[in-house]
């Protein structure tokens, strides 16, 4: 009751006050209209330049024309398909342990993924280096151990790329399934099990089902960071390797083409979009974009 | 202990060897007396410190690095907050929308946003300039003190507010006074992630950076596509150093809040 006095008798206070929001915005928005909009804006119009100011989508037609850039668009999906699923298989089942184990277990395994997580993604793909090159440590363990004879290419063609992204990506899926993961109620599994399912039956009919937004995100998540990754390729892959992300920079840096750097760099934003457009419509943007809550 | 939870507890064992392997190897590499890279190192020395801390280009990179990202996080800091408590409050139409675009730059492919800025900067004469990485360090900086600021906004209880406003306080005065302290440990941690963030950052100093604007990633990146060099393990181990340091910092002042 005294609330709905104090509110009552402050009307025109909190009416001030609930204008004041809008005014603390501004500067960001300032900031990002010539920050991150124009940018984006100088990047499209360049997509759309000629020889001579005129505008073309002769660019546009070039990329999807040339059979050069298709093997890179499908390399680059390939690439970014594989780490989802080998980022869901492994991330789901420690994200299950990490909902569901005591508090001391819980910090060791969150820990495991957050001091990776906010680690120099250039100090750890340099660690693969060390790890996985030629007379790296992993070959040297190999040898010694009697198990392989010869030193194995693990650097430069494919597989690599494959283990630094995983990494790097990991706890992309594992924070958005053990957010939903901690959020289930344990009574439902439970009550599954008293009906009499079978542990594994209850997961499957239960736990799982519900926390398919969770993988859903972490999926979209894991797909749209791998599609336009470009560290860990360009550090990690070999000459079959080309990504569109790795694309973009010889095309502006080696040709400095620039119009066509830009049309490659405006259908990487459209497919980056598409693909999280459907992980929305299917798990909530905001569950996809909302990760860093746990950071 | 259950036989499935064994196996769970197996591959979650395997997981964190994965995921936490290449930072100690790296680590341990750097302490190698020899210039090979190996694990765990035969003899260990200090010496690709020594000779890090006697290489001027090195040192510059670091304290052009370490000053660049304490200014990101204070810009990010003081242009963040406010907006941050500013979404949390506000409902007005497409609001959602304005906070899918305030975080967006964190989903954009990095490379496509150093390409637009490049593009912008190059007829300001902004490229290899301190100023021209400043802004764009910020605008990466700035989602995450969105993020973590506005969520700890949303948690506070807005009557508290109203108390102060009702007690006579002006707005800036309930802000600086009541709201402000409420929320430190998250303007904390928001602040150590935007360090992070900009002290990581490689991609925008490839295309942004000049010759007198090497940060520590920006030199590693380019000597590590020359030779591979054990000084830069040795940068990488403080890179990881700093890095543990902000998350502990945040963890740290977290708990002190709940406790």
Not at chain 2, 159 to 188: D, H, N, W, Y
Request: proline share 5%; charged share 10%.
């Amino acid at each position: 009751m005294s609330e709905v006095a104090l509110l009552l008798q402050s009307r025109s206070a909190v009416r001030a006050w609930r204008a004041r929001p809008r005014v603390m915005i501004a500067g960001v928005l300032g900031f990002y209209a010539l920050v991150y909009c124009l940018p984006m804006l100088v990047l499209l119009s360049w997509a759309f330049r000629g020889g001579g100011g005129v505008w073309t989508l002769a660019n546009l037609t070039h990329l999807l024309s040339d059979e050069t850039y298709s093997v890179v668009f499908v390399t680059t999906f390939r690439m970014a398909a594989v780490t989802t699923m080998v980022c869901t298989i492994i991330g789901y089942p420690y994200a299950y342990l990490l909902a569901t184990a005591g508090p001391k277990a819980r910090t060791l395994l969150a820990a495991a993924v957050m001091i990776p997580f906010w680690t120099s993604v250039l100090a750890r793909s340099l660690a693969w280096v060390i790890l996985l090159g030629r007379r790296g440590v992993m070959n040297d363990w190999l040898v010694s151990m009697g198990l392989i004879d010869q030193p194995i290419q693990m650097l430069f063609n494919g597989i690599g790329v494959q283990i630094g992204m995983v990494h790097v990506l990991l706890p992309f899926m594992v924070l958005p399934v053990w957010s939903i993961l901690a959020r289930l109620d344990v009574g439902l599994p439970m009550a599954a099990r008293s009906l009499g399912a079978t542990p594994l039956k209850a997961f499957l009919h239960v736990t799982l089902p519900l926390s398919m937004p969770g993988v859903t995100a972490g999926a979209t998540l894991v797909f749209m960071l791998a599609v336009g990754f470009y560290i860990t390729p360009a550090l990690l892959g070999g000459p079959g390797d080309i990504t569109i992300a790795t694309l973009i920079d010889t095309v502006i840096r080696d040709l400095l083409d620039w119009p066509f750097g830009a049309t490659i760099s405006l259908t990487l934003v459209a497919i980056v979009g598409a693909i999280f457009a459907l992980g929305a419509t299917i798990a909530g943007g905001g569950r996809i974009a909302g990760l860093e809550n746990h950071g | 202990m259950s036989g499935s939870r064994l196996c769970l507890w197996i591959l979650a064992v395997l997981t964190m060897v994965f995921l936490l392997a290449p930072i100690v190897v790296i680590i341990a590499v750097s302490f190698n007396e020899t210039s090979l890279f190996t694990f765990p190192p035969p003899h260990w020395s200090t010496r690709w410190y020594v000779s890090l801390w006697q290489s001027r280009s090195w040192r510059e990179a670091g304290i052009f690095s370490f000053t660049l990202a304490s200014l990101v996080a204070l810009a990010a800091l003081c242009l963040g907050v406010p907006a941050a408590y500013g979404l949390a409050r506000d409902r007005f139409y497409g609001h959602k929308l304005l906070e899918g675009l305030l975080i967006s730059p964190t989903l954009v492919p990095a490379i496509v946003l150093a390409l637009g800025l490049y593009m912008l900067f190059s007829p300001m004469h902004l490229i290899g300039t301190a100023l021209g990485l400043f802004l764009a360090h910020t605008l990466l900086a700035l989602p995450i003190v969105l993020i973590i600021v506005a969520a700890a906004c949303r948690r506070l209880d807005p009557k508290i507010e109203l108390a102060a406003r009702s007690c006579g306080a002006t707005f800036a005065k309930a802000f600086c006074l009541v709201v402000l302290p409420a929320i430190r440990p998250a303007i904390i941690s928001a602040g150590a992630f935007a360090f992070l963030t900009s002290f990581d950052e490689v991609v925008l100093n490839l295309f942004l950076g000049g010759p007198s604007t090497t940060t520590l990633p920006k030199k590693i990146w380019e000597s590590v596509k020359f030779e591979l060099d054990p000084t830069l393990t040795a940068v990488s181990t403080i890179l990881i150093t700093v890095s543990v340091g902000a998350l502990l910092l945040s963890t740290v002042t977290r708990r002190d809040r709940s406790s």
